[in-house]
């Protein structure tokens, strides 16, 4: 089946920093979506991306979907100790089942 | 509204038993997915109901897996004689119009944490 290659796998900054974390591939996808999970809770959809090359933000997010096709990146600018969670891509696989990166661990110090 | 819900929160079980996991989607959606969620791994796809449409089962692990979908809402993921390794997180997540342009937006429930001992 089709894999996402998500890094990095965990990142620990300081509070108002950015992040930076991608999503590849060697398949081709129409669709990139970026999720957030918190801890004992299910995975909550941060953005959508439909168009190669697309630049969506949402909020301090801001996500793009590569000019290959093949890859995605999540950007988090000034980040906030409300950040900390585990980042998923995800990618239509056949029809509408997603597959998901392993996932970005992010913790933010205060 | 009401969001995707799954019952129970969490479940823990002797090892050989079988037990039941429920799903209430978001009213209106057609679409409805089960995944798993072993600890610190991403998410495994299970199951995909559709509407009236016969289920892709591709992903489930064993033939000890099933899921039920009734009247196109709730459904029932059962697993039978549970095995250790069956100790996960399955989340469920439903969708508006699945397969068509923006429409592969899933949106999940909290999950159930089950462990077998």
């Known amino acids: 089946g089709q894999q996402l290659n998500q890094s990095p796998q965990s990142m620990f900054i300081q509070e108002g920093e950015d992040v930076s974390m991608n999503c590849t591939s060697s398949s081709i996808f129409n669709t990139w979506l970026w999720y957030k999970q918190d801890p004992g809770e299910g995975p909550v959809l941060l953005i959508a991306l439909y168009k190669a090359g697309e630049l969506t933000s949402n909020g301090r997010l801001t996500a793009q979907f590569g000019i290959t096709r093949k890859d995605s990146f999540l950007n988090i600018s000034a980040s906030i100790p409300s950040d900390v969670g585990i980042y998923f891509c995800?990618?239509?696989?056949?029809?509408?089942?997603?597959?998901f990166g392993k996932g970005t661990m992010l913790l933010v110090s205060p | 509204g009401a969001g995707v819900s799954q019952s129970p929160s969490n479940k823990v079980t002797e090892k050989g038993k079988d037990v039941e996991l429920r799903c209430d989607p978001i009213s209106g959606h057609t679409a409805l997915y089960w995944y798993r969620q072993s600890l610190g791994q991403g998410l495994e796809f299970l199951i995909y109901?559709?509407?009236?449409?016969?289920?892709?089962k591709s992903g489930l692990p064993s033939d000890r897996f099933s899921a039920e979908r009734t009247g196109g809402s709730v459904s029932t993921l059962t697993i039978q004689r549970t095995q250790q390794e069956d100790s996960a997180v399955y989340l469920c997540?439903?969708?508006?119009?699945?397969?068509?342009?923006?429409?592969?937006?899933?949106?999940f429930g909290p999950g159930t944490r089950l462990t077998v001992t």
């Open positions: 995800a990618a239509p696989d056949k029809y509408s089942t997603l597959t």
């Open positions: 997540a439903s969708s508006s119009r699945p397969g068509l342009a923006g429409g592969h937006e899933q949106y």
């Open positions: 109901f559709q509407g009236n449409s016969a289920p892709d």
